[in-house]
């Protein structure tokens, strides 16, 4: 082997068998492939046990995107082996779930119109990775990250789940719904006009192309939103979830509005149990672009606000930015994570 194989990242793709997802709605694959980023001393060690950071993916991104190769930017894997070796963060194993669906993620929830993701991470890929992988098998060792929906799906798992995460990080991660999803209804309901609409004949002239149509993206990402938040297993897939709006005027369908805010991580934080949960961890970080796009500040400092009002102890930062191409942020979260639950 030469000398420049031996220096590259130590990633290898664990291959999870799920049970869970196995006959899922829409047919996507039970067996899923997962990168394992390992730190440098796992390969001369037999004994040490590592601590563990599950890195969630963004919307339309799965565990194999950090992997992904950017001109004059280094992958997840890269960032990761750099500092640790300059002794800028604590070793740590960090798992990047697959957890991507046909429509394009999962929210990490349980859903009966996509699958039982949610349960899937926590009751299956945790508990391969600890037999699988020297991990120090603990809540107390155990931290949980992610960008925009994988931010949104670290911080909604961290306050369902203390019994598993000591640590949160949360990168501009969707909340404030009112704010990052309904101004794009009349935006997703203008498209939906071309397929009279339906759904499911959009969905359908959409994973026929080819080359898929930008300016469709909203629509396709509000579906996606849809089958996460407010299912309808009574229909076939591509359809198989309700909006949150009338198609022809644009108007809100309350009660579909109701599930989808029972999701949002500002409801959350007003409930005993999720205070609780928050108020346990060892680190809990946010932060967002002052610029993001979709609003997702705004969301980001109410959250803040009442945090601190509700003394639940956490860090928030704003930077210069949007939301796009954000990724160097891991550097300031991810070794906050790994001091917070090294051994």
């Known amino acids: 082997m030469s000398r420049e194989s031996d220096t590259r990242p130590n990633v290898v ?50 565990g194999m995107s950090f992997l992904n190769f950017s001109f004059g930017r280094p992958t997840l894997p890269e960032m990761l082996d750099s500092m640790i070796r300059k002794g800028e963060m604590p070793e740590a194993i ?35 990775i600890d037999r699988q992988f020297r991990t120090l098998a603990a809540a107390r060792h155990r931290a949980i990250v992610g960008k925009s ?39 997703a309901a203008r498209i939906l006009e071309k397929y009279d609409s339906n759904v499911a004949t959009f969905f359908t002239r959409w994973e ?66 999720c205070q609780e949960a928050l108020g346990s961890l060892r680190v809990l970080y946010l932060d967002c672009g002052s610029q993001d796009e979709y609003n997702l500040q705004f969301g980001h400092r109410r959250f803040s606000a009442r945090a601190t009002e509700l003394c639940i102890a956490h860090r928030y930062e704003e930077f210069p930015d949007t939301h796009a191409d954000t990724s160097y942020r891991y550097r300031v979260s991810l070794p906050l994570l790994a001091e917070a639950i090294a051994g």
């Not at 669906?101 to 859903?111: K, L, M």
């Not at 991470?121 to 945790?126: D, H, R, V």
């Not at 640590?167 to 309904?182: I, T």
Request: glycine content about 8%; charged content about 20%; aromatic content about 10%.
């Open 13 to 62: 793709f664990e291959v999870v068998e799920s049970s869970l997802l196995k006959g899922n709605p829409l047919g996507d694959p039970a067996t899923r492939h997962v990168p394992v980023y390992l730190p440098p001393s796992y390969r001369e060690s037999e004994t040490t046990r590592y601590p563990v950071i599950y890195l969630l993916a963004g919307f339309a991104s799965t």
């Open 208 to 273: 026929s192309l080819d080359k898929k149509p930008r300016g469709e993206f909203a629509l396709l990402d509000l579906m996606a939103m849809a089958a996460c938040y407010s299912p309808d297993a009574s229909m076939p897939p591509p359809g198989n979830m309700r909006l949150p709006f009338e198609p022809r005027t644009c108007q809100l369908v309350p009660e579909v509005w109701e599930q989808w805010k029972r999701f949002d991580p500002l409801t959350m934080l007003e409930e005993a149990q």
């Open 94 to 128: 960090v798992v990047m779930p697959e957890c991507m669906t046909r429509y394009g993620g999962s929210q990490y929830v349980d859903s009966a119109a996509t699958g039982p993701y949610e349960s899937h991470l926590t009751g299956e890929l945790i508990p391969h």
């Open 149 to 187: 929906s994988g931010g949104f799906g670290a911080l909604r798992l961290g306050m369902n789940h203390p019994e598993l995460f000591a640590a949160v990080g949360c990168h501009s991660g969707d909340m404030d719904f009112e704010l990052c999803y309904r101004p794009n209804f009349p935006v």
